[in-house]
Each structure stands twice: as structure tokens, then as C-alpha cells.
């Protein structure tokens, strides 16, 4: 018995349709139902191709007077008859078709990222996401009012976490579009829980750290801090969308997480430590005190504040130095 060989059909994308393991020789592949592989291709002949194995082992195809021809492609050559190689790929009509030995090496194995666990469940539950958006929204919400020392009104904080919650929704949404062309499945929920949680410990570990550095006056504690944080937690985010987006294995999704991490967050800082001014007459502050006592209380008007004075033009300052000076 001969060697068998394996037809691959493929789409116009070069992904495989069907396989044929066939051992017997000559095999013959055209539209017409004799052949021992059929095509629905009405640019393919009755009987198109044919393909043997000479005495050497060489896979020779053979064009059987088709109307349209048979073709190498890369580079695009036409023939009436091929010597075809390991992993060739010809094309007949419409159709490619690609020949491998039984022997050719396969891809290593995909890492199934939908695999049944609690955490998995949750992340791809879209339940959860309206309960993801209001922690982030919350957690948002409570470090700008703690952060403003403006009046705290609705409308400015509405400002400030609207651009925030437009951003994760287009960025989940691009990562949803990634996984669906290359794992086939959308995963909208789980991207966009991912960089909610990542915005709340963002958004958590901040004060944290201004907190540490006002008690622990060290220069730029808290800015160094920040850089180490912002580069795990772009990691985390990076390595999370790519597990569920791609078909990398773990270490490699792990370095290229890493790596885009690192590029973009040395981008970001040496971009704002090139646009910081060398002088400036507003002195910068990098932790915001706020009294609370004061913040909250109520705005008086200038009349309850003259009428809360009053008594001071009474108030004789000559007299009260003269009665001081008295032993």
C-alpha cells in the first residue's frame, strides 16, 4: 500500500473545509459524482484533476483537459502537470486545495479558555455586569468627590465619570470584536467587567497611596508607587483580555501583557514628565486637604455676614490699648 496523503480543502480565508485521507492511487477530483472527491464548484470540470504517486514518492497532479485549468499559487503558475510539494496548494476552478503527508506536524495545542469554573461563570455572566457597573460607578463617584475641592454638585460628577464609563465601553467592545475573530465567540460581559474592576482598584489604590505618603513624607512615594501599580494592573488587563481573545499559551500571553504594559505606561510618564513646565507660579500639591467641617457647611450671604459684625464698630481700639497700658 502506498503512502497515504491528506487533501485539505480550503475556503477563500485558507481555513480548511474538509479533509480526504486517501492511501489509494489514482485519485481523481472534479463535479461529477465518479470522482473520489466530489466539488459543488461549477467552475471545476466534470473530471478535473488527477493525482498519483510516481516511484519515487513524488505526488504528481495532473490537469485532465479541464475547461479552466489547474494552478500553482505563490507564485501563481499555470500546469498540465504538477509536481506538487509538502504543504502545496493548487487551485482549480474556484477551489484550493492544499496536499500534506500524513506525517506533517501540527500546531501545538489551544488552551481552552472557557473551561467551567466559578470565576470563569461570573466574568461571562452577563447578570453580573449591571452590578460591575454600579460598583465602578460608586467607587468613581466617591474618589472624585473625595479628590474635588470645588462645590460637589451632580452634574460635576456626572462629568467626570461619563468619559470614563463611554471608555470602557468601547474598549470592551473592541476586545469583544477580537475575540469573536479569532476565538469565534463575543464575550462582551467578561471584557467589560475586566476593565471595570481594573478602573475600581485604580480608582482604590490611589487614595491609598497619598495616604501612606502623607504619613510617610518621602519624595514622590506616592508617584513611584502609582508607576508600579499602573504597570501590574495594565498587565493584569492586558493578559486577561488576551486569554480570552486569542489562542497564545500562557507564558506567551504573559510576556506579551508585560511588554505592552511596560511600553505603554513608560509613554505615558515620560510624555507627562516632557509636558510638565519647568516654572510655574502655581505651586502643585500632590495631596488635596480638605476640611470637612467647613466643606459642608452652608454658604452665608454677605447681609448675615455685616450683621454678625456689628458689635466690632462698638469696638474702640485706642481706649483698649490705653486700658492695656494701666498697670
Request: net charge negative; with cysteine; glycine share 4%.
Amino acid at each position: 500500500m502506498e503512502a497515504p496523503i491528506v487533501i485539505e480543502l480550503l475556503d477563500r480565508f485558507g481555513k480548511v473545509r474538509e479533509r480526504h485521507k486517501l492511501s489509494r492511487f489514482p485519485i481523481r477530483i472534479g463535479r461529477a459524482y465518479n470522482n473520489d472527491i466530489i466539488l459543488d464548484d461549477n467552475y471545476v470540470s466534470p473530471v478535473h484533476i488527477e493525482i498519483l504517486l510516481d516511484g519515487d514518492g513524488h505526488v504528481l497532479v495532473t490537469d485532465l483537459q479541464s475547461e479552466n485549468g489547474l494552478f500553482s499559487l505563490h507564485p501563481l503558475r499555470q500546469h498540465e502537470v504538477l509536481t506538487a510539494e509538502e504543504n502545496q496548494r493548487i487551485r482549480i476552478g474556484h477551489t484550493d486545495i492544499r496536499i500534506r503527508s500524513e506525517n506533517f506536524a501540527v500546531r501545538e495545542t489551544y488552551i481552552d479558555h472557557g473551561k467551567p469554573s466559578i470565576l470563569h461563570f461570573l466574568l461571562t455572566n452577563w447578570l453580573m455586569l449591571p452590578f460591575i457597573l454600579l460598583l465602578t460607578a460608586g467607587v468613581t463617584l466617591g474618589y472624585y468627590f473625595l479628590r474635588t475641592t470645588e462645590e460637589v454638585t451632580s452634574n460635576l460628577l456626572l462629568n467626570e465619570i461619563f468619559p470614563i464609563f463611554i471608555f470602557i465601553l468601547i474598549w470592551a467592545l473592541g476586545w469583544s470584536v477580537a475575540s469573536k475573530l479569532t476565538t469565534h465567540k463575543f464575550y462582551f460581559s467578561y471584557h467589560a467587567m475586566l476593565i471595570s474592576l481594573i478602573v475600581c482598584a485604580f480608582y482604590l489604590i490611589e487614595p491609598a497611596y497619598e495616604f501612606v505618603e502623607f504619613n510617610f513624607p518621602v519624595n514622590e512615594l506616592s508617584l513611584n508607587l502609582s508607576v508600579i501599580s499602573d504597570i501590574v494592573f495594565v498587565t493584569l488587563l492586558f493578559y486577561g483580555h488576551l486569554r480570552q481573545s486569542s489562542n497564545l499559551t500562557r507564558k506567551r500571553t504573559r510576556k506579551v501583557a508585560l511588554t505592552a504594559s511596560l511600553i505603554i505606561v513608560g509613554l505615558i510618564n515620560v510624555t507627562a514628565y516632557l509636558n510638565e513646565p519647568e516654572f510655574e507660579n502655581n505651586p502643585s500639591y500632590s495631596k488635596y486637604l480638605k476640611p470637612p467641617s467647613f466643606y459642608l457647611r452652608e454658604p452665608s450671604s454677605i447681609g448675615d455676614f455685616f450683621a454678625a459684625t456689628n458689635h466690632l464698630a462698638d469696638f474702640d481700639i485706642e481706649h483698649n490699648e490705653q486700658d492695656k497700658a494701666i498697670p
